[in-house]
């Protein structure tokens, strides 16, 4: 039974960093497809970060220079590193996995996870 579980998440301020911690039971991180999602109030989830089974990864426009997408493969973790924090950042954040090898924009694509994790908040005041 695949588990992702994301502890962490919390409040910060404008211009701060958080990492955002999703850890993997059932399902090895390194194996296809796992990404990072978000969803704020009154807006449609959307794909912010993604990496194939190489490494090879994906970042929506919206965050490229400020998100960072990584796994530790021996803990079987997958990692966001959220720079520079902005009130719009505040939403709540999902991993998902997929067993397909996804690639380009399908890996920012929710239609295409089988796997999602209950979410994290992150909250970003002014």
């Known amino acids: 039974q695949v588990q992702l579980l994301e502890p962490g998440g919390g409040s910060v301020q404008a211009g701060g960093a958080l990492r955002l911690v999703c850890a993997a039971s059932?399902?090895?991180?390194?194996?296809?497809?796992m990404a990072w999602f978000r969803h704020a109030a009154g807006k449609e989830r959307e794909g912010v970060a993604g990496?194939?089974?190489?490494?090879?990864?994906i970042l929506a426009d919206s965050v490229k220079g400020r998100f960072t997408i990584s796994r530790d493969l021996d803990k079987n973790i997958l990692y966001l590193q959220i720079n520079s924090l902005k009130p719009e950042d505040t939403a709540m954040y999902y991993c998902?996995?997929?067993?397909?090898?996804?690639?380009?924009?399908?890996?920012?694509?929710?239609?295409?996870?089988?796997?999602w994790g209950q979410g994290t908040q992150v909250t970003v005041s002014s």
């Open positions: 059932g399902y090895t991180v390194s194996s296809r497809s």
């Open positions: 998902a996995a997929d067993p397909a090898d996804r690639f380009g924009r399908t890996l920012l694509n929710r239609l295409f996870f089988r796997y």
């Open positions: 990496i194939r089974e190489n490494g090879w990864a």
